[in-house]
């Protein structure tokens, strides 16, 4: 990776609508689905779908701190979300779907912690945010076949009442920060 290019990995429900939404936005040069947070070593969709492994479904990106900041990067996992619903993001059910922020160093760590208690402060939501925020130890890529999973299947039932509402809603709230091309 080169030397200006930072990781961000993070859990926030179906890594397909993930994906989809942080692929567009400026600054963020690769996004991969894949698991962290479990124990099994290599896991794979199958078994991280059964809860069993302790695995998030999870994000990794790369990004330019000189295009996109990591608190940017972060207002865009929270408002895309919904984090106070523990271990389910609406159908997805089960604690490979929760809310969960993965830093990688302690200014990871203390941004993430200060972003989660102003929103929790703010009173913007409800109910109180579970978003959880561990180390980050290991990310496992994902199965080929879930790499631009909505856009090599748009019109799939899922990708179209699931994810394009997400990254409709997406675009109408961040569209200063959305790749041109």
Request: a negative charge.
């Given at each position: 990776?080169?030397?200006?290019?930072?990781?961000?990995?993070?859990?926030?429900?179906?890594?397909?609508?993930?994906?989809?939404?942080?692929?567009?936005?400026?600054?963020?040069?690769?996004?991969?689905?894949?698991?962290?947070?479990?124990?099994?070593?290599?896991?794979?969709?199958?078994?991280?779908?059964?809860?069993?492994?302790?695995?998030?479904?999870?994000?990794?990106?790369?990004?330019?701190?000189?295009?996109?900041?990591?608190p940017e990067i972060l207002e865009v996992f929270w408002k895309t979300h919904d984090p106070t619903t523990l271990n389910r993001q609406g159908n997805d059910v089960g604690s490979q779907y929760r809310s969960v922020i993965f830093y990688h160093n302690e200014q990871q760590k203390e941004i993430a912690e200060n972003?989660?208690?102003?929103?929790?402060?703010?009173?913007?939501?409800?109910?109180?945010?579970?978003?959880?925020?561990?180390?980050?130890?290991?990310?496992?890529?994902?199965?080929?076949?879930?790499?631009?999973?909505?856009?090599?299947?748009?019109?799939?039932?899922?990708?179209?009442?699931?994810?394009?509402?997400?990254?409709?809603?997406?675009?109408?709230?961040?569209?200063?920060?959305?790749?041109?091309?």
């Amino acid at each position: 990776m080169p030397e200006n290019l930072e990781t961000a990995t993070f859990g926030n429900g179906c890594f397909w609508c993930s994906e989809a939404i942080f692929k567009q936005l400026k600054g963020v040069k690769s996004v991969k689905s894949g698991y962290s947070g479990g124990d099994m070593a290599h896991p794979d969709y199958k078994t991280v779908c059964t809860g069993v492994t302790g695995h998030a479904e999870a994000i990794e990106l790369t990004y330019d701190p000189e295009v996109i900041t990591y608190p940017e990067i972060l207002e865009v996992f929270w408002k895309t979300h919904d984090p106070t619903t523990l271990n389910r993001q609406g159908n997805d059910v089960g604690s490979q779907y929760r809310s969960v922020i993965f830093y990688h160093n302690e200014q990871q760590k203390e941004i993430a912690e200060n972003y989660k208690e102003q929103l929790d402060k703010s009173g913007i939501y409800k109910n109180p945010i579970v978003t959880v925020i561990e180390p980050y130890t290991k990310f496992y890529p994902a199965e080929d076949y879930h790499d631009n999973y909505f856009s090599m299947h748009p019109n799939e039932s899922y990708c179209q009442y699931v994810i394009r509402p997400k990254v409709e809603k997406f675009k109408s709230h961040f569209s200063d920060k959305i790749n041109a091309g």
